[in-house]
């Protein structure tokens, strides 16, 4: 079975399909078959999972006519950074209003990272402090767009809406194609979840395509409770679109032991995770979202909740820029 997504807009911005990476030092490690889906390599803005979402989105923009692309996030947003790459592509302008949302300041947190390339690619930049400012920053680039008659798309926080999902069921797709040519029984996918876009396209993805291989969702900043919602909310959405049954969601696990004290707050685990994938397969990771989900698949496998000799992939989704902004962390590390 495949599903098509001929009748959805879509625009051409990532390198398809991405590498399917085996992991040997690293599985061995852990004691699993390990396998990386490389969604964080090739495309616009520096790559990563979000340009899956924009091909999808910014087609269904460019269809209505806009020329103006308005988005959000926090300050280090690897979706900012991708969708003001993904504009200055296509000659869109790009807004980005950016909250102040995780407790963290200083010069390479502020100045560095994603922030760095949201400048380089020609993104107007707005820093708010809240919630409540970014309502009112959002509702005044409306009203200016409106009086200079140019046409605006908005997408959400990680461009996770309904539309957005598609670029991940597009990916699961892909990556199960990849799976049967190498004839492995995967047991797992592991994903990280934020946003929730991307984990509730591969887990769409996997139903609608009759596998019963486990979708194990790694929260980086909500609850499970939350985020199974979320998933759940955003891949019914997207069935609507294709014209396809609510999804049961069977085979979803999610797992919220690595999120820590809060989103984007770095813990003892992600940072020790990071640096097992660094130094054993020479892959990055970043601090933010595929360093916890990587912790978590290290203590699932800890736990036996991912058994010894199973074969896993797990999606690293990018966010290599964002690691600099918590380079003094890293760097103390290394120094001690």
Known sequence: ????????????????????????????????????????????????????????????ALDRGADTVITFGAVQTNHGRQTAAACARLGLRCELVLTRSVARTGQAYEESGNVVLDHLYGANLHLCADAEETAAVYNRLLAEAEEQGRTVATFPVGGSDEVGVLGYVAATVELFQQVDSLGLDVGALVVPVGSAGTAAGVALGSEL???????????????????????????????????????????????????????????EEMWRALELFARTEGVTLDPVYTGKAAACLVDRVRTGEIAQGETVVFFHTGGLPGLFAYAPDLMARAGS
């Not at 199974?228 to 909310?233: K, P, V």
Request: proline share 6%; charged share 25%.
């Open 1 to 60: 079975m495949t599903v098509d997504l001929s009748a959805f807009p879509r625009v051409a911005l990532g390198h398809w399909p991405t590498p399917l990476d085996e992991c040997p030092r690293l599985g061995a490690e852990l004691g699993i078959q390990l396998l990386l889906k490389r969604d964080d390599v090739g495309g616009v803005g520096a790559g990563g999972n979000k340009l899956r979402k924009l091909e999808f989105l910014l087609g269904a």
């Open 209 to 267: 395509l009759c596998r019963t291989t486990r979708v194990e969702a790694a929260c980086v900043s909500h609850t499970a409770e939350e985020s199974r919602a979320d998933i759940t909310r955003l891949a019914g959405a997207a069935a609507g679109l294709l014209g396809a049954a609510e999804p049961a969601l069977a085979e979803l696990v999610v797992d919220d032991r690595a999120v820590g004290p809060a989103y984007g707050v770095p813990t």
